[in-house]
């Protein structure tokens, strides 16, 4: 039976900047690590930008304790600098990844909403603001429609996002 998914979790593999983990990697630390049955997240985005799938959608991932069963796991690369504190590594194949990946879950679970990690619990991940980001890229998408001259499909969007608060305090703890 399909999940209905009500979230859409933004995680960082907390990984130093740069450094080119890979997704077959992060999965061996919660399969081999853990003692977990899968790796944690639904997709991955690499350094390049390639998005791996992780976990099977179907299944519940492991990403935010209490919210498992109705989310799915998004995690970047990155989210620390070299003295392992917090801090937005993404590169610009990253965000560009991230945008879509975020885009097209969108359509298939139009009703979810997006958060970091760190709404739901005390911790940096995934090291930058999830809503400020998503207010953003709504307004560059609605210039992007009006460009395109296509109102009624982006107007949609829109209101799907537009109750997001702007009002997400930065107080970061490592994950
Ligand atoms: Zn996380």
Same mark, same amino acid.
Request: net charge positive; proline share 3%.
């Given at each position: 039976?399909?999940? /209905?998914?009500? /979230?859409? $979790?933004?995680?960082?593999?907390?990984?130093?900047?740069?450094?080119?983990? +890979?997704?077959?990697?992060? +999965?061996?630390?919660?399969?081999?690590?853990?003692?977990?049955?899968?790796?944690?997240?639904?997709?991955?985005?690499?350094?390049?930008?390639?998005?791996?799938?992780?976990?099977?959608?179907?299944?519940?991932?492991?990403?935010?304790?209490?919210?498992?069963?109705?989310?799915?796991?998004?995690?970047?690369?990155?989210?620390?600098? +070299?003295? /392992?504190?917090?801090?937005?590594?993404?590169?610009?194949?990253?965000?560009?990844?991230?945008?879509?990946?975020?885009?097209?879950?969108?359509?298939?679970?139009?009703?979810?909403?997006?958060?970091?990690?760190?709404? !739901?619990?005390?911790?940096?991940?995934?090291? $930058?603001?999830?809503? /400020?980001?998503?207010?953003?890229?709504?307004?560059?998408?609605?210039?992007?429609?009006?460009?395109?001259?296509?109102?009624?499909?982006?107007?949609?969007?829109?209101?799907?996002?537009?109750?997001? +608060?702007?009002?997400?305090?930065?107080? !970061?703890?490592?994950?």
């Amino acid at each position: 039976m399909a999940r /209905k998914i009500d /979230k859409i $979790f933004i995680h960082c593999s907390a990984t130093p900047e740069g450094r080119d983990v +890979k997704t077959e990697t992060i +999965k061996s630390w919660h399969v081999k690590g853990n003692g977990w049955s899968d790796i944690g997240y639904h997709l991955v985005i690499e350094l390049d930008g390639a998005v791996k799938e992780g976990r099977p959608m179907h299944r519940s991932g492991a990403g935010v304790r209490g919210h498992n069963a109705h989310s799915i796991h998004v995690c970047y690369i990155g989210g620390m600098d +070299k003295d /392992k504190k917090a801090k937005d590594t993404r590169t610009d194949a990253q965000r560009l990844s991230l945008d879509k990946v975020i885009e097209n879950l969108k359509m298939d679970h139009p009703t979810a909403t997006i958060h970091g990690h760190n709404e !739901f619990a005390a911790k940096a991940c995934p090291s $930058f603001d999830v809503q /400020k980001d998503t207010a953003h890229r709504n307004r560059k998408r609605r210039r992007q429609a009006r460009q395109r001259q296509r109102p009624n499909q982006r107007r949609r969007n829109e209101r799907d996002v537009d109750h997001y +608060k702007d009002e997400h305090q930065n107080d !970061f703890v490592v994950c």
